[in-house]
């Protein structure tokens, strides 16, 4: 079946380690994102990528960095930097035309708890 | 003020009741409105968008744009409760970047 997998689903980190979260997509698409989620405060953007070996930063990219070196995936390093880590990531993919319309795939999402 | 603002809820309404969910907007250059349903603990799915202003269906929902008063909605005939869920606006800027509002959640009680 076509779709996004991300894993893992659950993840917990102690203060002070980075942490890698994998989103691979099997839809032939283009474009890949990656958004914080939090309580009340809907999907925030933080990097995306419209062509392998390239990416932008979204509205919240401080502590967080991607890499492009696949179509296929669009891994998340969620570094020490990132002050309050805690949330729910969700990976996403859209095709050309989706990147104009807003019509985005979204992956199941991890959950990265800090302790 | 946020691009996009969105009524957080939560609502809770009887089945089969008609269900109506909002938005409204600051950015008069948004063409494309979407809304998203987010089931709990999972992620978002595309239920439906318009383009530019009207109304379009798909089955028991309507989506609604009315580009004036930058107000979108979400119409739920004869809800269920498998529609319990988030339900989420958000338009594509300028920049291709979606904007999200923060979501409604919605539960229809059996």
């Known amino acids: 079946d076509g779709g996004i997998t991300q894993s893992p689903k659950y993840l917990f980190r102690k203060e002070g380690q980075n942490v890698t979260l994998s989103c691979e997509q099997n839809?032939?698409?283009?474009?890949m994102y990656w958004y914080r989620q939090d309580p009340g405060q809907g999907l925030r953007l933080i990097y995306y990528?419209?062509?392998?070996?390239?990416?932008q930063k979204g509205d919240i990219a401080e502590g967080y960095s991607v890499s492009r070196e696949k179509k296929e995936s669009f891994p998340l390093t969620v570094t020490s930097a990132q002050k309050n880590p805690t949330a729910f990531y969700l990976c996403?993919?859209?095709?050309?035309?989706?990147?104009?319309?807003?019509?985005?795939?979204f992956g199941e999402g991890s959950r990265l708890t800090v302790l | 003020q946020k691009e996009v603002e969105q009524d957080p809820g939560p609502l809770s309404v009887p089945e089969g009741a008609i269900v109506s969910l909002n938005c409204t907007y600051s950015?008069?250059?948004?063409?494309?409105f979407m809304w998203y349903r987010q089931y709990s603990r999972k992620g978002p799915e595309l239920l439906m968008y318009?383009?530019?202003?009207g109304n379009k269906e798909d089955g028991r929902f309507t989506a609604q744009v009315d580009k004036s008063s930058k107000y979108i909605s979400l119409f739920i005939r004869d809800s269920q409760p498998s529609d319990s869920a988030t339900y989420l606006c958000?338009?594509?800027?300028?920049?291709?970047?979606?904007?999200f509002g923060s979501g409604t959640q919605l539960t229809v009680l059996p």
């Open positions: 996403a993919s859209s095709g050309l035309a989706g990147v104009t319309t807003g019509e985005l795939f």
């Open positions: 839809l032939n698409h283009d474009a």
């Open positions: 990528s419209q062509i392998v070996n390239d990416f």
């Open positions: 950015n008069s250059a948004f063409q494309y």
């Open positions: 318009t383009y530019s202003s």
């Open positions: 958000a338009m594509p800027g300028s920049a291709r970047q979606l904007t």
